[in-house]
């Protein structure tokens, strides 16, 4: 049996597998996140912890499992955070998650030094305030006193596996989200890390996403209820994962949409994909040799919840009602928009200043028009990446869908019309992530040969087809969403 645990925004996504890769049972334990002005966004690592812990024990419970009976614990997790730990492996400050925005000025003078065309060429990536290099310099630069105590630099799901077998490590599909690390050298970059003032000692050691970096200690048993000395896989960022658990192994397997909290667009590929407007990014996959282009945008499900969350949230955990409306109005039609830059923006402008904003009100605009112009606004944003991806020279020709906003069907018919593409729901949409971290863990301890199962552990459910009409409408309402963004973001840059 595997447990896998998936470290995302918004709690700890835990899966059962059994050995032949059927799912047995899965449980999420939540957590919180505190985000504030000029950016802020933080968690707390040791609330992931306890997630872990009470996932473990829950899935046990339902299972009818004991402890005894896993054979390995496996990872995904949130990428492109900062967990600064002291010499006794403890948190010095909380960790800063993906969505913060607060290195802009840590960004700029990397770019200073390296350049933004170098900085791709090295990383796969912008230099952006979103990735871990450009963080840890602002906590030196804003927290010196708690900064001059780290030893250690880890991404989420590489502290939770430090806790259970006190290993510290990394792997290459997380390290590849980190703005310091060389894609063509498959090692931490001394030329971005010279740059940063960073001491190249606080990145921990780069191993394959299989590696068996260690087992569950006596005191994680404990802590856990997991058996000491149970194996522990390394396993990989969420992104990459993601790709795995939905079947993108190769780049036959085609394209996928993941709908977390940010949300993706992206394939599988032998090499990464260089975007002469770096629209895109290239991480590398959790598979060796392989890489996963993706154009992702900072608020993509979070949009769809903060738009429940305010017109109904006596009713939030069933929005079905809000969607039925919003599948009746109409919204870009009518010349309603909304740009979905609630946490900044990453693909296609790169811009931490992004605001979000509704442009084009009238007075009979109510709540339907209003999520319907939020769920345009998220298929308008990715649509710009496919863009990206078919000028590079990979063209899709379907696109398979993950992750919780998955289940709004109305948001998937609006998919398929505005980038005119047979759009298909996976039938594990919540599961993508963990299940992936299943086979990397099945994989690294010998239960699977390959990565290949995959593709086996989840299947296309409801596919929805464009309607010609309505994919002709979109691609002239298409620029004028683009146009909105332009127009304002003169604007959005001078804001404090």
């Known amino acids: 049996m595997i447990i896998s645990h998936d470290l995302g925004t918004t709690g700890n996504k835990a899966t059962l597998v059994d050995n032949d890769g059927t799912l047995r049972a899965a449980v999420t334990a939540p957590y919180g996140t505190d985000f504030g002005v000029g950016g802020k966004a933080e968690q707390d690592p040791h609330a992931w912890w306890a997630a872990l812990a009470t996932a473990t024990a829950d899935l046990l419970e339902r299972s009818g499992c004991s402890a005894d009976d896993i054979d390995v614990v496996s990872f995904s997790g949130q990428m492109m955070g900062v967990v600064a730990l002291d010499a006794a492996g403890e948190p010095v400050f909380p960790s800063i998650i993906w969505a913060d925005t607060r290195a802009t000025e840590q960004t ?76 063509r050298s498959a090692s931490w970059s001394p030329e971005l890390i010279e ?111 903060w738009i429940v969350d305010t017109l109904s949230p006596a009713t939030a955990a069933d929005y079905s009602e809000l969607l039925e409306a919003a599948d009746r109005l109409k919204a870009s039609e009518e010349g309603l928009y909304f740009l979905p830059h609630l946490l900044g923006e990453r693909s296609p402008y790169w811009n931490p200043k992004a605001r979000a904003a509704f442009v084009g009100l009238l007075r009979h605009h109510e709540r339907g028009h209003l999520t319907r112009a939020v769920l345009e606004g998220i298929a308008f944003n ?38 005119g593409l047979p759009v298909a729901r996976r039938n594990l949409v919540d599961e993508a992530n963990s299940i992936g971290a299943a086979v990397v863990g099945g994989v690294g301890v010998g239960i699977f040969d390959s990565f290949e199962i995959a593709a086996t552990l989840s299947s296309r459910t409801t596919e929805y087809a464009p309607v010609a009409a309505n994919t002709e409408r979109y691609s002239r309402e298409y620029p004028r969403f683009l146009d909105a963004y332009r127009r304002l973001e003169p604007w959005f840059n001078e804001l404090d």
């Not at 250690?152 to 799901?157: D, N, R």
């Open 382 to 419: 990715l649509k710009t990446g496919l863009i990206a991806f078919e000028e590079c020279g990979t063209t899709a020709t379907q696109i398979d869908v993950i992750g919780g906003a998955a289940n709004a069907s109305a948001l998937l018919q609006i998919f398929a019309d505005v980038w």
């Open 108 to 183: 700029q003078r990397l770019i200073d030094v390296v350049g933004m065309d170098r900085g791709y060429q090295i990383t796969g990536h912008r230099l952006n305030p979103t990735y871990s290099l450009a963080k840890t310099m602002w906590l030196r630069d804003t927290s010196p006193d708690a900064f001059a105590r780290v030893q250690k630099v880890l991404l989420a799901k590489d502290y939770v596996a430090y806790r259970l077998t006190g290993v510290q490590a990394t792997d290459p599909s997380d390290a590849s989200g980190t703005n310091a690390y060389d894609q």
């Open 195 to 305: 740059a940063s003032g960073l001491n190249a000692s606080i990145f921990p050691e780069i191993v394959a996403s299989t590696t068996v970096i260690g087992t569950v200690t006596p005191q994680a048993a404990r802590e856990t209820g997991l058996r000491a000395g149970t194996p522990v896989v390394i396993g990989g960022g969420d992104g990459p994962m993601a790709a795995l658990g939905a079947g993108i192994t190769d780049a036959a397997s085609g394209a996928y949409a993941c709908l977390g909290s940010s949300s993706w667009v992206s394939v599988a590929a032998p090499r990464p994909l260089y975007d002469p407007q770096m629209r895109s990014m290239t991480f590398n996959h959790v598979i060796p040799d392989m890489f996963v282009p993706t154009a992702t945008m900072q608020a993509g499900g979070a949009s769809l919840q």
